[in-house]
C-alpha cells in the first residue's frame, strides 16, 4: 500500500449535521495524496451512516466515552486516531468544520519548501449559521494567539513528541487547540503562520469552546490549567517561570470558583 503524503485526523460525536460537507470539503481537495481516519466517539445520531456513505476512509468507532470531560475525550480520539495513521503531515479537523479545496495542497507545498519546519497554522473563516467572516489574528503579550483545531497541520514525529510529553488525561478543561499552540510555541519555538484562509471554522453553540464567555467560571479554570502546563513546559526546558501577576490574579481567581 502506498504511503500517503497526509493524514487527516478528524474526530465527531453528534455532528450529523455538519459531517457530509466536511468530509466532502476532503473529497473534493485537488491533492490527492492523503487519508482520512475518524474517530466517533459514541455518537447516538446518524454520524456512522453517513460516514459509511464515503469510501476509503478509516473508522475507529468508540462505544462509551471515557471520561466526562469533551477535551479529555477529543484528545483520546486524536490520539487513537494517530496511531491508525501513515501520513509525514497530519492536518486536525473538527467533524462540524470544512476545508477549502487547495488547503492540502497548499500544506504540502508549506512543508515542502520548508522541510525544517514542524507545525503550521492556517488562517480561518468562521461561519455562525449563514454568516460568514474572516478571523483576525491579534497580537497577545502572554499567550500566541490560540488557532483552531482544524487550522492545524504537523509533522508526524512532532505530534508524537507532543502526545509524550504531557499526560493528556490532564487539564480537564484545555482544548487540543490551546495545548498545541502552547506547546510548539514555548517548547519547540515554533510559531508558523500561512497567511491563507483555507478552513472554515464553525462557530456550534453546542461545541466544546463556545459555551465559554469571557471570564466565566470555565475561562477562570481553563486559564489556570494553561499556565500549569505552561509550567510543565518550562519544567522540561529548565526554564524559570516566573510567577507574573496576570499568573497570580488567574490563581486567585480559580481557587475561588472552585469552592
Request: net charge positive; aromatic share 16%; hydrophobic share 40%.
Given at each position: 500500500?502506498?504511503?500517503?503524503?497526509?493524514?487527516i485526523l478528524?474526530?465527531?460525536?453528534?455532528?450529523?449535521?455538519?459531517?457530509?460537507?466536511?468530509?466532502?470539503s476532503i473529497?473534493?481537495?485537488?491533492y490527492e495524496?492523503y487519508?482520512i481516519i475518524?474517530?466517533?466517539?459514541?455518537?447516538t445520531d446518524?454520524?456512522?451512516?453517513?460516514?459509511k456513505?464515503?469510501?476509503n476512509?478509516?473508522?475507529i468507532?468508540n462505544?462509551?466515552?471515557l471520561?466526562t470531560?469533551?477535551?479529555l475525550n477529543q484528545i483520546?480520539?486524536?490520539?487513537k486516531?494517530?496511531l491508525k495513521?501513515?501520513?509525514?503531515?497530519?492536518?486536525l479537523m473538527?467533524?462540524d468544520d470544512?476545508?477549502k479545496?487547495?488547503?492540502?495542497?497548499?500544506i504540502?507545498?508549506?512543508?515542502?519548501?520548508?522541510?525544517?519546519?514542524?507545525?503550521l497554522?492556517?488562517?480561518p473563516i468562521?461561519?455562525t449559521?449563514?454568516n460568514?467572516?474572516?478571523?483576525?489574528?491579534?497580537?497577545?503579550r502572554?499567550?500566541?494567539v490560540?488557532?483552531?483545531?482544524?487550522c492545524i497541520?504537523?509533522k508526524r514525529?512532532?505530534?508524537?513528541?507532543?502526545f509524550?510529553?504531557?499526560k493528556s488525561?490532564n487539564?480537564?478543561?484545555l482544548e487540543?487547540?490551546?495545548?498545541?499552540?502552547i506547546?510548539f510555541?514555548?517548547?519547540?519555538n515554533?510559531?508558523?503562520?500561512?497567511?491563507?484562509?483555507?478552513?472554515?471554522y464553525n462557530y456550534?453553540y453546542?461545541g466544546?469552546?463556545?459555551?465559554?464567555?469571557?471570564?466565566?467560571?470555565?475561562?477562570?479554570?481553563?486559564?489556570?490549567?494553561?499556565f500549569?502546563y505552561?509550567?510543565?513546559i518550562?519544567?522540561?526546558?529548565?526554564?524559570?517561570?516566573?510567577f507574573?501577576?496576570?499568573y497570580?490574579?488567574t490563581?486567585?481567581m480559580?481557587?475561588?470558583f472552585?469552592?
Amino acid at each position: 500500500m502506498k504511503k500517503k503524503s497526509i493524514s487527516i485526523l478528524i474526530t465527531n460525536f453528534n455532528k450529523s449535521k455538519f459531517l457530509e460537507k466536511s468530509l466532502r470539503s476532503i473529497k473534493n481537495q485537488n491533492y490527492e495524496k492523503y487519508e482520512i481516519i475518524i474517530f466517533d466517539d459514541a455518537s447516538t445520531d446518524n454520524s456512522i451512516e453517513i460516514i459509511k456513505k464515503f469510501k476509503n476512509m478509516k473508522l475507529i468507532v468508540n462505544k462509551k466515552k471515557l471520561y466526562t470531560s469533551p477535551a479529555l475525550n477529543q484528545i483520546y480520539g486524536l490520539k487513537k486516531a494517530f496511531l491508525k495513521s501513515r501520513g509525514k503531515i497530519i492536518c486536525l479537523m473538527d467533524a462540524d468544520d470544512y476545508f477549502k479545496r487547495n488547503k492540502l495542497f497548499e500544506i504540502n507545498k508549506y512543508f515542502e519548501l520548508n522541510k525544517k519546519k514542524k507545525v503550521l497554522y492556517n488562517l480561518p473563516i468562521v461561519e455562525t449559521g449563514n454568516n460568514f467572516k474572516i478571523l483576525k489574528t491579534v497580537k497577545n503579550r502572554v499567550w500566541p494567539v490560540i488557532f483552531p483545531t482544524s487550522c492545524i497541520s504537523i509533522k508526524r514525529d512532532s505530534l508524537k513528541l507532543f502526545f509524550k510529553n504531557v499526560k493528556s488525561q490532564n487539564y480537564r478543561h484545555l482544548e487540543i487547540d490551546a495545548r498545541i499552540n502552547i506547546f510548539f510555541n514555548f517548547y519547540l519555538n515554533e510559531y508558523n503562520v500561512l497567511k491563507k484562509r483555507l478552513t472554515v471554522y464553525n462557530y456550534d453553540y453546542l461545541g466544546i469552546t463556545s459555551k465559554t464567555s469571557k471570564y466565566s467560571k470555565k475561562w477562570w479554570l481553563r486559564r489556570s490549567e494553561a499556565f500549569d502546563y505552561l509550567r510543565i513546559i518550562y519544567f522540561k526546558k529548565k526554564i524559570l517561570f516566573k510567577f507574573n501577576i496576570d499568573y497570580l490574579f488567574t490563581k486567585l481567581m480559580s481557587f475561588f470558583f472552585k469552592f
